[in-house]
């Protein structure tokens, strides 16, 4: 399932300003990286503009499927549980073990965004991260 998200926010403050004490790993690109294993994500958090990124996913685990679903702004979850589709507002599917792959997603809503694999256990198992959409340069 993919969804490509427009809309037109009104941002006062700008989000670069907010960030600026997370150091360079806090620095916004328009490609990005994750590893998957079993069971997490290298890294964990992500920055990137407003608008188009390209993500680039390897995944390193020996015999299991991840992916990386990216939830609507302002959802939270940490179990397995509390998942649901409708929480997904796009995603890399799933990729069989020793993947790599590139793919390209839009999301024009400054903010942070959860990121988990959802495939069943893999969330309560720590496959969990933070993706933060920075205010377009
Ligand atoms: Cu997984």
Redesign the pocket.
């Known amino acids: 399932m993919k969804k490509l998200i427009a809309a037109s926010v009104l941002v006062t403050t700008p989000l670069l300003a907010a960030c600026g004490n997370d150091g360079p790993s806090a620095t916004p690109s328009d490609s990005i990286e994750v590893t998957?294993e079993?069971?997490k994500f290298g890294p964990a958090e992500w920055h990137v503009y407003a608008g188009t990124f390209t993500l680039t996913f390897h995944n390193e685990?020996a015999a299991?499927?991840?992916?990386w679903a990216i939830l609507n702004q302002g959802v939270s979850i940490s179990t397995d549980e509390e998942f649901e589709e409708d929480l997904v507002l796009t995603e890399l599917e799933?990729q069989p073990p020793g993947t790599t792959i590139s793919e390209s997603f839009t999301i024009d809503e400054p903010g942070e965004y959860q990121v988990i694999?959802?495939?069943e256990g893999?969330l309560s198992?720590g496959?969990i991260g933070k993706l933060v959409v920075h205010e377009a340069a």
């Open positions: 998957a079993d069971f685990s299991m499927e991840h992916e799933k694999c959802a495939l893999h198992a496959m």
